[in-house]
Protein backbone atom coordinates (compact mmCIF):
# COMPACT_ATOMS: atom_id res chain seq x y z
CA UNK A 1 0.00 0.00 0.00
CA UNK A 2 1.32 3.41 -0.70
CA UNK A 3 0.66 6.54 1.33
CA UNK A 4 1.50 10.28 1.38
CA UNK A 5 2.13 12.47 4.56
CA UNK A 6 2.20 16.44 4.05
CA UNK A 7 3.80 17.86 7.27
CA UNK A 8 2.01 21.23 8.37
CA UNK A 9 -1.79 22.05 6.78
CA UNK A 10 -0.65 25.54 7.27
CA UNK A 11 2.75 27.23 6.02
CA UNK A 12 3.43 31.21 5.51
CA UNK A 13 6.07 32.78 4.40
CA UNK A 14 6.75 36.48 3.83
CA UNK A 15 7.11 37.83 -0.02
CA UNK A 16 10.52 37.14 -1.05
CA UNK A 17 11.36 34.25 1.76
CA UNK A 18 11.91 30.54 1.10
CA UNK A 19 9.16 28.37 0.46
CA UNK A 20 9.52 25.04 1.73
CA UNK A 21 6.79 22.22 1.63
CA UNK A 22 7.48 18.91 2.90
CA UNK A 23 5.96 15.61 1.59
CA UNK A 24 7.04 12.12 3.13
CA UNK A 25 6.04 9.00 1.05
CA UNK A 26 5.41 4.94 2.43
CA UNK A 27 5.66 2.81 -0.73
CA UNK A 28 7.11 -0.89 -0.93
CA UNK A 29 7.90 -0.37 -4.73
CA UNK A 30 9.53 2.17 -6.62
CA UNK A 31 7.11 5.61 -6.27
CA UNK A 32 6.42 8.50 -9.12
CA UNK A 33 5.70 11.34 -7.27
CA UNK A 34 4.02 14.50 -8.05
CA UNK A 35 3.35 18.05 -6.90
CA UNK A 36 0.03 19.71 -7.80
CA UNK A 37 -1.36 23.35 -7.14
CA UNK A 38 -4.78 24.30 -6.44
CA UNK A 39 -5.70 27.67 -7.30
CA UNK A 40 -8.99 29.21 -5.92
CA UNK A 41 -12.05 28.01 -7.29
CA UNK A 42 -9.82 26.35 -9.95
CA UNK A 43 -9.01 22.76 -10.60
CA UNK A 44 -5.57 20.96 -9.77
CA UNK A 45 -2.60 21.86 -11.82
CA UNK A 46 0.50 19.59 -12.04
CA UNK A 47 3.76 21.76 -10.84
CA UNK A 48 6.17 18.66 -11.25
CA UNK A 49 6.91 15.11 -11.24
CA UNK A 50 9.35 12.67 -10.47
CA UNK A 51 9.32 9.24 -12.15
CA UNK A 52 12.64 7.70 -11.53
CA UNK A 53 14.63 9.80 -13.55
CA UNK A 54 16.58 12.81 -12.38
CA UNK A 55 16.42 12.99 -8.52
CA UNK A 56 16.15 16.79 -8.52
CA UNK A 57 12.95 17.63 -10.29
CA UNK A 58 11.74 21.38 -11.40
CA UNK A 59 8.62 22.51 -12.28
CA UNK A 60 6.72 25.41 -13.24
CA UNK A 61 6.69 29.07 -11.44
CA UNK A 62 9.94 28.74 -9.79
CA UNK A 63 9.13 25.31 -7.86
CA UNK A 64 11.57 22.25 -7.83
CA UNK A 65 11.48 19.24 -5.77
CA UNK A 66 14.08 16.70 -4.50
CA UNK A 67 13.68 12.65 -4.34
CA UNK A 68 15.40 11.75 -1.08
CA UNK A 69 14.79 7.73 -0.99
CA UNK A 70 16.91 7.41 2.00
CA UNK A 71 15.13 9.88 4.06
CA UNK A 72 11.37 8.71 1.57
CA UNK A 73 10.91 12.52 1.36
CA UNK A 74 10.11 14.80 -1.84
CA UNK A 75 9.66 17.90 -0.11
CA UNK A 76 8.44 20.91 -2.62
CA UNK A 77 10.61 24.37 -2.19
CA UNK A 78 10.95 27.48 -3.84
CA UNK A 79 14.01 29.91 -3.33
CA UNK A 80 11.34 33.54 -3.22
CA UNK A 81 8.07 33.04 -2.47
CA UNK A 82 5.48 35.64 -4.64
CA UNK A 83 1.99 36.91 -3.57
CA UNK A 84 0.80 34.57 -6.54
CA UNK A 85 2.09 31.49 -5.01
CA UNK A 86 -0.38 31.79 -2.13
CA UNK A 87 -2.39 28.67 -2.67
CA UNK A 88 -3.06 24.87 -1.97
CA UNK A 89 -0.34 22.44 -2.67
CA UNK A 90 -0.93 18.56 -3.17
CA UNK A 91 1.68 15.76 -2.70
CA UNK A 92 0.78 12.68 -4.66
CA UNK A 93 2.09 8.81 -5.09
CA UNK A 94 1.93 6.22 -7.65
CA UNK A 95 3.63 3.46 -9.06
CA UNK A 96 4.50 2.86 -12.57
CA UNK A 97 2.06 1.66 -15.16
CA UNK A 98 -0.22 3.97 -12.49
CA UNK A 99 -3.82 4.33 -12.66
CA UNK A 100 -4.73 6.26 -9.64
CA UNK A 101 -2.65 8.59 -7.34
CA UNK A 102 -2.38 8.34 -3.85
CA UNK A 103 -2.84 12.38 -2.66
CA UNK A 104 -1.59 13.85 0.96
CA UNK A 105 -4.44 16.07 2.87
CA UNK A 106 -2.74 19.13 1.19
CA UNK A 107 -0.86 22.49 2.61
CA UNK A 108 -1.91 25.94 2.41
CA UNK A 109 0.53 28.28 1.68
CA UNK A 110 -0.32 31.94 2.69
CA UNK A 111 2.07 35.02 1.71
CA UNK A 112 2.28 37.89 3.44
CA UNK A 113 4.01 41.14 2.04
CA UNK B 1 -7.76 23.42 -26.56
CA UNK B 2 -10.49 22.91 -23.93
CA UNK B 3 -9.87 21.21 -20.49
CA UNK B 4 -11.86 18.69 -18.17
CA UNK B 5 -15.05 20.09 -17.92
CA UNK B 6 -17.49 18.99 -14.90
CA UNK B 7 -20.89 19.91 -14.54
CA UNK B 8 -22.68 20.99 -12.82
CA UNK B 9 -20.13 23.38 -10.68
CA UNK B 10 -22.64 23.09 -7.20
CA UNK B 11 -25.17 20.92 -6.39
CA UNK B 12 -27.07 21.08 -3.41
CA UNK B 13 -29.55 18.16 -2.29
CA UNK B 14 -31.35 17.16 0.26
CA UNK B 15 -30.58 13.34 1.85
CA UNK B 16 -31.97 10.68 0.40
CA UNK B 17 -32.31 12.20 -3.06
CA UNK B 18 -30.30 11.16 -5.91
CA UNK B 19 -27.83 12.90 -8.13
CA UNK B 20 -25.76 12.74 -11.36
CA UNK B 21 -22.19 14.25 -11.74
CA UNK B 22 -21.21 14.59 -15.00
CA UNK B 23 -17.56 14.59 -16.62
CA UNK B 24 -16.53 15.74 -20.10
CA UNK B 25 -12.57 14.59 -20.70
CA UNK B 26 -10.24 16.42 -22.56
CA UNK B 27 -10.42 15.15 -26.27
CA UNK B 28 -8.80 11.46 -27.13
CA UNK B 29 -7.97 11.03 -23.67
CA UNK B 30 -8.52 7.42 -22.72
CA UNK B 31 -8.07 7.05 -19.18
CA UNK B 32 -10.57 8.72 -17.05
CA UNK B 33 -10.63 9.05 -12.94
CA UNK B 34 -13.10 9.78 -10.19
CA UNK B 35 -11.66 11.23 -6.72
CA UNK B 36 -13.50 13.16 -4.03
CA UNK B 37 -12.19 15.73 -1.87
CA UNK B 38 -13.84 16.27 1.30
CA UNK B 39 -13.12 19.69 3.50
CA UNK B 40 -9.72 20.38 4.67
CA UNK B 41 -8.71 16.83 3.22
CA UNK B 42 -6.73 15.50 0.57
CA UNK B 43 -8.43 13.91 -2.67
CA UNK B 44 -9.43 10.31 -2.49
CA UNK B 45 -9.44 8.35 -5.91
CA UNK B 46 -13.22 7.06 -6.52
CA UNK B 47 -12.96 5.02 -9.73
CA UNK B 48 -10.97 4.57 -12.93
CA UNK B 49 -12.02 3.86 -16.70
CA UNK B 50 -9.84 2.52 -19.63
CA UNK B 51 -12.17 3.46 -22.08
CA UNK B 52 -15.15 2.26 -21.09
CA UNK B 53 -14.37 -0.47 -18.70
CA UNK B 54 -13.79 0.27 -15.03
CA UNK B 55 -10.27 -2.07 -13.84
CA UNK B 56 -10.04 -0.38 -10.50
CA UNK B 57 -13.18 0.62 -8.60
CA UNK B 58 -11.80 0.18 -5.28
CA UNK B 59 -12.38 3.61 -3.56
CA UNK B 60 -16.20 3.24 -4.28
CA UNK B 61 -17.10 4.52 -0.86
CA UNK B 62 -20.62 2.29 -1.00
CA UNK B 63 -23.37 0.44 -3.40
CA UNK B 64 -24.76 3.57 -3.48
CA UNK B 65 -21.77 4.60 -5.80
CA UNK B 66 -21.99 4.18 -9.16
CA UNK B 67 -19.82 5.34 -12.77
CA UNK B 68 -20.13 4.57 -16.17
CA UNK B 69 -18.41 5.80 -19.18
CA UNK B 70 -20.29 6.14 -23.08
CA UNK B 71 -18.78 6.23 -25.86
CA UNK B 72 -15.07 6.86 -24.38
CA UNK B 73 -16.12 10.16 -23.61
CA UNK B 74 -18.34 11.74 -20.80
CA UNK B 75 -18.62 10.26 -17.48
CA UNK B 76 -21.18 10.09 -15.07
CA UNK B 77 -20.93 9.42 -11.41
CA UNK B 78 -24.05 8.86 -10.12
CA UNK B 79 -24.99 8.88 -6.05
CA UNK B 80 -28.25 7.45 -5.11
CA UNK B 81 -29.67 7.93 -1.44
CA UNK B 82 -27.50 10.43 -1.10
CA UNK B 83 -26.33 11.01 2.58
CA UNK B 84 -24.66 14.19 4.66
CA UNK B 85 -21.03 12.39 4.87
CA UNK B 86 -21.42 12.63 0.83
CA UNK B 87 -20.40 15.99 0.77
CA UNK B 88 -17.56 17.07 -0.59
CA UNK B 89 -16.17 18.36 -4.50
CA UNK B 90 -15.97 15.62 -6.56
CA UNK B 91 -13.00 16.10 -9.50
CA UNK B 92 -12.70 14.36 -12.41
CA UNK B 93 -9.41 14.02 -14.63
CA UNK B 94 -7.96 12.53 -17.49
CA UNK B 95 -5.20 11.25 -19.27
CA UNK B 96 -4.18 10.21 -22.79
CA UNK B 97 -3.36 6.89 -21.33
CA UNK B 98 -2.35 4.74 -18.03
CA UNK B 99 0.23 6.48 -16.78
CA UNK B 100 0.45 9.72 -18.28
CA UNK B 101 -0.15 13.36 -16.84
CA UNK B 102 -3.69 13.36 -15.49
CA UNK B 103 -5.54 17.08 -16.00
CA UNK B 104 -8.35 17.68 -13.78
CA UNK B 105 -11.38 19.57 -13.86
CA UNK B 106 -12.78 22.72 -11.42
CA UNK B 107 -14.79 19.90 -10.08
CA UNK B 108 -18.32 19.69 -8.62
CA UNK B 109 -19.34 20.99 -4.85
CA UNK B 110 -21.66 18.62 -3.34
CA UNK B 111 -23.62 19.57 -0.35
CA UNK B 112 -26.11 17.25 1.10
CA UNK B 113 -28.53 19.23 3.71
Known amino acids: AQSVTQLGSHVSVSEGALVLLRCNYSSSVPPYLFWYVQYPNQGLQLLLK??????LVKGINGFEAEFKKSETSFHLTKPSAHMSDAAEYFCAVTTRGYNKLIFGAGTRLAVHP | GAGVSQSPSNKVTEKGKDVELRCDPI?????LYWYRQRLGQGLEFLIY????????KSGLPSDRFSAERTGESVSTLTIQRTQQEDSAVYLC???FGTGDEQFFGPGTRLTVL
Open chain 1, 50 to 55: YTSAAT
Open chain 2, 93 to 95: ASS
Open chain 2, 49 to 56: FQGNSAPD
Open chain 2, 27 to 31: SGHTA
